[in-house]
């Protein structure tokens, strides 16, 4: 390889190689007849709409084409055909940004899987992937077509769709979710979405640059920490080479230009290794490959980050990787590695016997290499190569082929523990986004229990993260740390390889500033959740210490007595307003915290109840509504064959104009007139009572009576008092009081026109925020 071969290299990711070269896997089924073969891929080609058969179709359906044809059965490749015609089908018409037919998209979404040797169930649905969204496509007819598992695929990689969200987070956080959630019954959802995602960013010159930069940002805080969760590093390096491009461009076309600069020096030296390397273990006749690993662009520009160095002074831009048949092999070469090369303290890595929780394993080892110059060297055997490349997918391709790793879902625990929360009363989308990126998405450290376990914690934990990773209750008794056997602050950051010891006591608890220093949302949400409760409490404890003292300062005061301490939440309510507290139970909090003077309160409490006491004055004449039958037009109640005799409102029912009416004679008051479904009246002899009807009501207004009940807030009152005005009603009377805790009762009298302007200040008052019912008195 020349030196401008090598430098372009790191584009690519290809490798430099010496060795035998050894094919992982053999061919599992033999190759099928080319021509026959070619005349089935083309035959699909030829039931795509005419308009939508352009070359770049013809192109990306050739080399899915020649990647699975290898694999899978004709039987499969016949149903890949038929998906084809179906997806070509539903999204005819259709463009992309670049100006391609739609259809192209998801050949290529197909191809980068079939690069995976995934199932025809997975390239199915990965060519279907947007006819739920994007097309009139049903998921019956995908069941009916392709089966359950290609349909519940293609839905789980579906958005949404256009269901309301207070912000594009929240969207895109239950879109997260309901990914998970399927996820959690088959992983293939995720492989088909990071397919999805990689090939967008492909393309993704072809979008405005607001679009760019967002989905840039959103790649590499979601999808590129995905993949590397799922091992699937191929992919990984894509993702974040292709959004750091667009999310800085400046920084990365600075790093391309001087890694360019660096790298033939760079090629020397490592094809030097890889010559000495070479010949020492054909002498000692291990059967391997020996190759140059380039580091791809967004990796350098962390690196540079964490190490606060320029490129010029990163050494491992290229690294070597032997790949050998065994783990024995692994360490006889890093033995023969050390042998030739001084190895440097501290920095070898053993993720063979304790693999990362992304099931990565290999032997990771930096050494001083042939001119004096740090030189990494990673050793792996094939299966290992391989998952460090598909990561999860080439899990699953192994567990389709009967390869026996049953432990696949032990494996994939991390899914469900993201939708733990949801069980937890905590399931806000903005929560939920905030523990996928904390504790499933964010890069990891592993540190080790006394008794040498693996716990994996987000990067920058604490040994407040590590208490409440080992058990709740471990994180509540907390009261100290020894990291490598020596006593630490709460607020160290725990580094990889360290072993904690947690120190407890029956006195532990939680302290505040714990929030500023936990790092995972678990131990957050744990701490938050034991504050809230223990707010919860010291209220009740106020609340009743406020109530003891006003009923004792009542006492001395002699005020009437009340049959139950509920009677006095009505007058508490309204004077609690009057102080600047939102209802009676909040002033009882600050009774009880000395925030708010008991004999004041008691004092205008005691006033209260006796002015309620004391029986209240006759309203005057003209309220009580008494009028004298005349003719319509005359009268607002006509009373058939009678005139000028005196007519009463219930007072019972209250009716309005409108209400379906009945009079009832009395001895003394004349007639009195009721809604005709008052209780009042419904067991009275029929000779009592008298036909009556609604005459001329004019502008006059009636009183009625409604009854309300909402969650307690405060501004309620406020917000009934400005409904009823906004109705044009006027409220002549009110009686107020809180049930168990957060249930607001209320009885209304308003004054109205008629039934339909009762009616409209109903509809008022139920759109009043935490209303739960109004109904008549």
Known sequence: ???????????????????????????????????????????????????????????????????????????????????????????????????????????????????MQLDVVTLAAALLHDVLED??????????????????????????????????????????????????????????????????????????????????????????????????YQVKRGLEDLAFKYADPEMYYEIRRRVRKKLPERETVVRKAMEVLSARLAEEGIHCRVKGRAKHFFSIYEKMNRKKLPVEQLYDLLALRV??????????????????????????????????SNMYQSLHTTVVGPTG???????????????????????????????????????????????????????EPSEFLERLKDDVLSSEVFVFTPQGEVVSLPRGSSPIDFAYAIHTQVGMRCVGAMVNNRIVAMGYELQNGDIVKIITSPQGTPSRDWLKIARSSKARSKIRAHFRALEKTERIEKVQRGRDLLERELRRRGTPEFESFE????????????????????????????????????????????????????????????????????????????????VVLSNCCEPVPGDPIVGFSTRSRGITVHRADCENVKNAKEERFISVSWGYTGNRRYTARLKLEAIDRGGLFGDVAQAIIAGDGAMTGIKAGVVGGNLARMKLEVRVRDLEHLYFIVAKLNAVKGMINVSRG
Not at 176 to 184: D, E, P, T, Y
Not at 397 to 422: F, P, S, V
Not at 592 to 599: I, M, N, T
């Open 567 to 646: 009677d006095l939440l009505p007058l508490l309510n309204k004077i609690a307003r009057d102080t600047g507290q939102s209802n009676g139970e909040d002033l009882l909090s600050a009774i009880g915290a000395g925030h708010q003077s008991v004999s004041l309160i008691a004092q205008r409490l005691a006033g209260k109840a006796q002015s309620q006491a004391a029986p209240p004055p006759a309203p005057p004449e003209q309220e009580k509504h008494t009028s004298f039958a005349g003719k319509k037009g005359e009268s607002d109640i006509v009373v058939e064959g009678a005139e000028g005799v005196q």
């Open 323 to 356: 790949v050998v048949d065994d783990i024995a092999a692994c360490y006889t070469v890093l033995g023969i590695v050390h042998t030739i090369w001084k190895p440097i303290p501290g920095q070898f890595d053993d993720y063979i016997a304790n693999p990362k």
């Open 135 to 232: 097309t009139d496509i049903t998921i019956e007819k995908l069941k009916g077509a392709f089966g359950a598992d290609v349909a519940t695929l293609v839905d789980g990689v579906t958005k949404l769709g256009k269901l309301p969200f207070k912000s594009f987070e929240d969207y895109q956080a239950e879109n997260l979710r309901k990914m998970f959630v399927v996820m959690a019954k088959d992983i293939r959802v995720v492989l088909i979405k990071l397919a999805d995602r990689l090939h967008n960013m492909r393309t993704l010159g072809a979008l405005r640059k607001d679009k760019q930069m967002r989905i840039a940002r959103e790649t590499l805080e979601i999808y590129a920490p995905l993949a590397h969760r799922l091992g699937i």
């Open 373 to 427: 110059e740090p030189l990494e060297v990673q050793i792996r055997t094939w299966d290992m190569n391989s998952l460090a490349e598909y990561g999860i997918a080439a899990h699953w391709r192994y567990k389709e082929g009967g390869g026996g790793l049953d432990d696949l879902d032990a494996k994939l625990t991390w899914i469900r523990q993201a939708l733990e929360g949801d069980h937890d009363g905590t399931p």
């Open 1 to 115: 390889m020349d030196p401008k071969e090598l430098s372009e290299s790191i584009l690519g990711e290809q490798e430099i190689e010496t060795g035998e070269k050894i094919s992982p896997r053999d061919d599992e089924h033999s190759e099928m007849d080319r021509k026959a073969s070619g005349k089935l891929r083309d035959s699909y080609i030829g039931r795509i709409p005419e308009e939508d058969r352009a070359i770049s179709v013809k192109f990306a359906w050739h080399e899915l084409w020649s990647k699975v044809v290898h694999y899978l059965s004709r039987e499969e490749l016949m149903t890949l055909g038929e998906a084809l015609v179906l997806a070509g089908a539903a999204h005819k018409d259709q463009k992309r940004s670049t100006g391609d037919p739609y259809i192209v998209h998801s050949i290529n979404v197909a191809s980068i899987l079939a690069e």
